[in-house]
């Protein structure tokens, strides 16, 4: 039988550690004399004082400590699912080691463009609508003007802040007839006409989002970096790629000054 002191000093705790194991009845005393209170601990304690101490290391509360350590299976449930959230904390620690290697790859330039990957939702939104087969990419700046003036004939408002963005139905990059969709987020619906339907869109939970400064004809760059981007950190493509339109040739003189935001709704695994 070890004195409280002397057991202490052989397992390196605190005498006020041992009182409080005795208090939650985690870890009682072999023997209290009734007339000093002193308490008296065994050799045959050791054995579960080091497995309250090593499940207390790896991160354990001792509320659920005292929950599991009498069951037959306890522990070996709480280590597996312990195992569990540790992978779970190196794999997202390597995301973010990914993230900062390739950040740092940009700032030294050894990327085509700096691009700055984040992660947010997209809004629900009613949206003016309309999908057409364009022989070419100059034919949007014929398509989109006569879009705005059949939205204002039909009272369509459009909604603060703008969100306009086209989504292309192809599943892969063309030069000619292209099937497009180009959306306009508006306060209400409107009656559809022959060219300009109205639809509601549901929120996305998470979508891959980067700027893209300057001219369309670099897209390859912004679409070929978001999808390195997602695989390299362990998502999924779950639906169409957006673009969604910032800046453009109807508010700024220049290529240079036109901002795309690249929108692509992901999921994890």
Same mark, same amino acid.
């Given at each position: 039988?070890?004195?409280?002191?002397?057991?202490?000093?052989?397992?390196?705790? =605190?005498?006020? =550690?041992? %009182?409080?194991?005795?208090?939650?009845?985690?870890?009682?005393?072999?023997?209290?004399?009734?007339?000093?209170?002193?308490?008296?601990? !065994?050799?045959?304690?050791?054995?579960?004082?080091? @497995?309250?101490?090593?499940?207390?290391? +790896?991160?354990?509360?001792?509320?659920?400590?005292? *929950?599991?350590?009498?069951?037959?299976?306890?522990?070996?449930?709480?280590?597996?699912? #312990?195992? #569990?959230?540790?992978?779970?904390?190196?794999?997202?620690?390597?995301? *973010?080691? !990914?993230?900062?290697?390739?950040?740092?790859? %940009?700032?030294?330039?050894? &990327?085509?463009?700096?691009?700055? /990957?984040?992660?947010?939702? &997209?809004?629900?939104?009613?949206?003016? $609508?309309?999908?057409?087969?364009?022989?070419?990419?100059?034919?949007?700046?014929?398509?989109?003007?006569? +879009?705005?003036?059949?939205?204002? %004939?039909?009272?369509?408002?459009?909604?603060?802040?703008?969100?306009?963005?086209?989504?292309?139905?192809?599943?892969?990059?063309?030069?000619?007839?292209?099937?497009?969709?180009?959306?306009?987020?508006?306060?209400?619906?409107?009656?559809?006409?022959?060219?300009? *339907?109205? *639809?509601?869109?549901?929120?996305?939970?998470?979508?891959?989002?980067?700027?893209?400064?300057?001219?369309?004809?670099?897209? /390859?760059?912004?679409?070929?970096?978001?999808?390195?981007?997602? #695989?390299?950190?362990?998502? !999924?493509?779950?639906?169409? /790629? @957006?673009? $969604?339109?910032?800046?453009?040739?109807?508010?700024?003189? $220049?290529?240079?000054?036109?901002?795309?935001?690249?929108?692509? /709704?992901?999921?994890?695994?």
């Amino acid at each position: 039988m070890y004195q409280i002191g002397i057991f202490s000093k052989m397992n390196r705790i =605190t005498t006020k =550690t041992l %009182r409080l194991y005795d208090e939650m009845e985690l870890l009682k005393p072999a023997y209290v004399d009734k007339l000093t209170g002193y308490r008296y601990y !065994s050799s045959e304690q050791l054995p579960r004082l080091n @497995r309250i101490l090593t499940l207390k290391q +790896m991160g354990m509360s001792l509320v659920d400590i005292k *929950k599991i350590i009498d069951e037959e299976n306890g522990i070996d449930v709480f280590l597996r699912l #312990k195992e #569990k959230e540790l992978l779970k904390n190196i794999e997202e620690e390597q995301i *973010k080691l !990914s993230s900062v290697r390739n950040y740092m790859k %940009r700032l030294k330039g050894e &990327l085509d463009m700096i691009y700055h /990957p984040v992660i947010k939702s &997209l809004p629900e939104c009613i949206v003016a $609508s309309i999908r057409f087969i364009a022989p070419n990419y100059n034919y949007y700046f014929d398509i989109i003007p006569k +879009m705005g003036k059949e939205m204002h %004939r039909l009272g369509a408002v459009c909604a603060e802040p703008e969100y306009c963005f086209n989504i292309y139905h192809d599943g892969e990059y063309k030069e000619e007839n292209i099937d497009v969709e180009v959306c306009e987020a508006v306060v209400d619906y409107c009656q559809d006409s022959d060219t300009v *339907k109205f *639809k509601k869109l549901e929120s996305v939970k998470e979508a891959l989002c980067i700027l893209h400064k300057g001219s369309y004809k670099l897209f /390859p760059n912004a679409y070929n970096f978001a999808f390195e981007w997602i #695989k390299d950190n362990h998502y !999924s493509v779950i639906d169409l /790629p @957006r673009e $969604s339109y910032i800046d453009g040739i109807w508010n700024k003189d $220049s290529e240079k000054e036109w901002l795309t935001e690249i929108q692509v /709704p992901i999921s994890k695994g």
